[in-house]
Nanobody, 121 residues
Framework: VQLQASGGGLEQAGGSLRLSCGAS????????MGWYRQAPGKQRELVAS???????NYADSVKGRFTISRDNAKNTVSLQMNSLKPEDTAVYYC????????????????WGRGTQVTVSS
């Protein structure tokens, strides 16, 4: 299973960016999907997650500014980031809990390589 993320870049404070991530490979089903970020010198943290049924969870720091969505048919997840702040600067990673077979153990968490988001003040 491979996760390919895109959409990062440089944006000014107050601007918007949209990240997208698609999962491909030997996939039976994708369960929870999410976006994490890691700033220099800091631990990786959850930004937002979404279940297969569409329930969402957000970090307090991004509530009201970021929106996560997914397309189950395409195994994709997106993150719309509005009202960006310099503190949003980080490498953003997508994650997908994926079933690759029919045995109870045939699932794992897969990570994308990360995409850089830089917000200037």
């Amino acid at each position: 299973v491979q996760l390919q993320a895109s959409g990062g870049g440089l944006e000014q404070a107050g601007g918007s960016l949209r990240l997208s991530c698609g999962a491909s490979g030997s996939i039976v089903s994708v369960y929870d999907m999410g976006w994490y970020r890691q700033a220099p010198g800091k631990q990786r943290e959850l930004v937002a997650s979404i279940t297969r049924g569409g329930s969402t969870n957000y970090a307090d720091s991004v509530k009201g500014r970021f929106t996560i969505s997914r397309d189950n048919a395409k195994n994709t997840v997106s993150l719309q980031m509005n009202s960006l702040k310099p503190e949003d600067t980080a490498v953003y990673y997508c994650k997908a809990d994926t079933r690759t077979g029919w045995s109870a153990a045939a699932w794992s968490a897969y990570w994308g390589r990360g995409t850089q988001v830089t917000v200037s003040s």
